[in-house]
């Protein structure tokens, strides 16, 4: 027996069940590309310094090209084969996932290779130090003195220039070793006896420098017994052997260390370092302009993509199972395309976890403000995924006959085939007598067909108001879905990879749960017309319901609480006590003193110096704090809020409004179907697609964006000064104003299915109507 003959004795081939799982792994892989733009989102602002309002429009760029093909291609391709119009499109995807990541290649943000003469000649005393006539006020302004030495002691040296007796014991007492290089004379006893004192209290001390030591002895002893001249004298001396010496290799790698390190302490000459980097960043030219426009063209791109999926594979569908089946395929359909979202969080979480260079810089981790999670990793991974299914749909056969899906006996009845074949041209389109697709030919003929099917769809008052309900729904939950992690960061300070985890699970899962009871509350029931109209009403109505209050769960986090901080000070957190430090350059890094009070970084806490307790871990200790309320350390782990409790309540909340919400999904999805004549599915899925995305999910993420900036405080700068970023935003102002406005849209969305309630009374959505169009010849074997 040969191949051809084995082939033939094969078990049939069920194509409608190889298209179903095909079309199913497709959704989940679309939906895991559209929810992941959501986790990514937050990374790209902080990467190229966007504003929300421009992520806003960003991301609406989908739309720009799904708005003007939608409609052209759900007419065009019903009338071919659409599996094939679903490859293309699903490659159309693929493309577009890797365009949306080559910004992170195309604009590099390579680290500056700092100078090392740069490096030395900040750290070189300035030359005017060296005259003989230098002043108390130049020699203090020196910045290793500045920085260290307290406002009280500068003070006292400066109204305290008498001399006094035994010179050489003080001067050993207070200086210690830096007065061993500077006259060769040995360190007294109470010398030894005060460094060991302060290396007990202090562990960090081992690793100071003369200067340092230099600042503890003058805290020391300074106001108990000190001579404002023999200080300066040392001063002086310090400085001439600094310009002999020059700075060594270890200072400088270390100074440069400090200036790339992602948080900024109380070192004038470090930030300046800093603020040179900046400058040399700025220098590049790399602006914020050609990383939005390829995203821009990727999302267009995408657009036209994800016209094809929903617009012809449902359809699809529905021409090759049974009406009393098709809750049950929905359902199934909904459940995977619910888990590709869900998979998206998990993938956002795993790549939040990374930085976006895959080496993150020493101090710092997913939980701070400014981390920057790999983002572009996941877009190259669902971009390598689609492309293997997307080549297979190119394999489904293509024919036009009605011939080609079933054999017919010697009077013409339709008899079953031995292999169950899939109808992949629409069955309810016009058919000449050999069962041939009539398509009209000319441009005139095509543009006259499609504008009365549309005609006819628009005449629907059913169809029409589930349109206008679904457009306001869209435009809330679009918006408000995409600015969703950003809002969960900065509000519960719960970190990018978190929020992730917490969206797949708890509200992706809850909205999953709530499609499959709805499909089986309909099937159970037999909702039909006005019941099943009257079912989807309330499922919204409690879903508004819960949804309303989640406006009152509120608190403030860490960043949250420094901004309310900043108040006072109409936001400059530069103040007396760190006017030193050279703060402008240092982003923010939160930390809080041993009694919780946030701090905008260490640097704005006064903080000369820190001590790494854990580098695994990044455990640090920013130490020697001029600016705490108590004491003088400062730590990130010391950092509480209020938002543990509140953020259990939201995501509870949260949850159970999207299991009621969801529940009325499936029938609101059948009624819009059935409103329409079957000819006409395609089109008016494709026409509801056209102006849902006019009308809703093209503006929605840009009005959602400039309400969400509306409640910013502290904004980051791009190079040419204009607002990058935004750091820090009001809590009350940005809860009341996301959730009212979502509330408000959700509310007139409730008339619309009022409206669908009154004109529903005899539409069939599970029992089987016979068509006028369908003679009984040309009826064909289903699932």
């Not at 200080?231 to 001396?237: H, V």
Request: hydrophobic share 45%; with cysteine; charged share 20%.
């Amino acid at each position: 027996m040969n191949v051809q003959e084995l082939w033939k004795k094969r078990p049939p081939i069920d194509r409608m069940f190889c298209f179903f799982v095909l079309y199913c792994f497709i959704t989940f892989l679309e939906a895991i590309g559209h929810t992941y733009m959501t986790s990514a989102l937050q990374s790209i602002e902080r990467q190229f310094q966007i504003p929300s309002k421009m992520s806003g429009l960003m991301i609406s760029a989908s739309d720009f090209g799904y708005i003007p093909t939608v409609a052209i291609i759900s007419y065009m391709g019903s009338k071919g084969n659409r599996a094939r119009w679903l490859g293309g499109g699903c490659l159309l995807i693929a493309l577009s996932n890797f365009l949306i990541a080559m910004p992170n290649f195309v604009f590099v943000n390579d680290v500056p290779q700092l100078n090392t003469s740069i490096v030395r000649e900040k750290l070189a005393p300035p030359a005017y130090l060296l005259r003989p006539n230098v002043t108390e006020e130049e020699l203090l302004s020196y910045p290793p003195f500045k920085e260290r030495v307290l406002d009280f002691a500068r003070n006292y040296l400066k109204t305290n220039t008498h001399g006094i007796p035994d010179e050489i014991n003080l001067l050993n007492t207070i200086f210690g070793d830096v007065l061993q290089e500077m006259n060769g004379a040995a360190a007294t006893n109470l010398a030894r006896f005060k460094r060991s004192e302060i290396e007990q209290k202090n562990e960090s001390d081992a690793n100071k420098g003369d200067v340092e030591h230099l600042a503890d002895m003058i805290r020391q002893d300074l106001i108990e017994e000190a001579n404002g001249t023999l200080f300066f004298n040392a001063l002086k001396a310090y400085v001439r052997r600094r310009v002999s010496e020059d700075s060594s290799s270890e200072e400088v790698k270390n100074a440069k260390d400090a200036a790339f390190s992602p948080f900024g302490y109380c070192d004038a000459i470090v930030n300046e370092l800093r603020q040179i980097i900046d400058n040399m960043k700025c220098e590049r030219d790399h602006t914020n302009t050609g990383s939005f426009i390829i995203i821009f063209f990727a999302l267009f791109i995408l657009g036209i993509g994800r016209t094809m999926p929903w617009s012809l594979g449902v359809p699809l569908i529905d021409d090759n199972v049974k009406r009393k089946n098709m809750p049950v395929y929905f359902a199934g359909m909904f459940f995977i395309k619910i888990l590709g979202p869900a998979a998206g969080f998990s993938i956002g979480s795993l790549c939040n976890r990374l930085y976006y260079t895959l080496k993150a810089p020493e101090g710092l981790s997913p939980r701070d403000p400014s981390w920057i999670g790999a983002w572009w990793l996941g877009f190259l991974i669902i971009a390598a995924a689609l492309v293997g299914p997307a080549l297979v749909m190119f394999f489904f056969p293509h024919s036009n006959k009605l011939g080609s899906d079933e054999s017919k006996d010697d009077s013409g009845e339709a008899t079953k085939k031995s292999k169950r074949n899939l109808k992949l041209v629409d069955r309810h389109i016009s058919k000449s007598e050999n069962g041939v697709a009539v398509v009209p030919l000319g441009v005139k003929e095509k543009i006259a067909d499609f504008k009365t099917s549309v005609v006819e769809i628009l005449k629907s008052p059913i169809y029409s108001g589930s349109l206008v309900g679904r457009a306001l729904d869209v435009f809330a939950f679009k918006g408000f879905m995409v600015f969703m992690p950003k809002y969960l960061e900065n509000h519960f300070g719960i970190p990018q990879y978190k929020v992730q985890i917490y969206l797949g699970s708890v509200g992706v899962g809850s909205f999953a749960v709530g499609m499959l009871a709805g499909s089986f509350v309909m099937r159970k029931f037999k909702l039909e017309g006005r019941k099943a109209a009257l079912y989807v009403a309330i499922c919204s109505m409690l879903a508004v319901f819960l949804s309303c209050g989640k406006i009152f769960l509120g608190c403030h986090s860490v960043v949250n609480s420094v901004g309310l901080k900043g108040q006072a000070t109409n936001y400059n957190y530069n103040t007396e006590c760190n006017a030193d430090c050279s703060c402008d350059s240092v982003s923010l890094f939160p930390v809080c003193d041993i009694a919780g009070n946030p701090y905008f970084s260490p640097c704005h806490a006064g903080c000369r110096n820190f001590n790494v307790t854990d580098l695994k871990q990044r455990v640090m200790h920013f130490t020697d704090c001029k600016c705490t309320e108590e004491g003088t350390v400062v730590n990130r782990d010391w950092c509480k809020d209020d938002c543990d409790s509140m953020a259990v309540a939201y995501f509870a909340l949260a949850a159970i409004a999207k299991i009621v919400g969801g529940m009325g999904v499936i029938p609101g999805v059948l009624i819009m179907l059935r409103s329409v004549a079957p000819k006409h599915r395609s089109i008016s899925l494709g026409l509801s697609g056209f102006l849902v995305s006019l009308f809703a999910t093209l503006p929605s993420p840009l009005v959602w964006g400039l309400l969400i900036d509306g409640a910013c405080l502290v904004w980051d700068k791009t190079c040419s000064g204009a607002q990058g970023a935004c750091s820090i935003y009001e809590p009350n102002t940005l809860r009341i104003s996301m959730h009212v406005f979502y509330a408000i849209l959700r509310c007139i969305a409730l008339l619309s299915d009022l409206w669908v309630l009154y004109f529903a009374k005899d539409l069939k959505l599970i029992s089987k109507e016979e068509s006028q169009e369908t003679n009984s010849k040309e009826k064909v074997e289903m699932k």
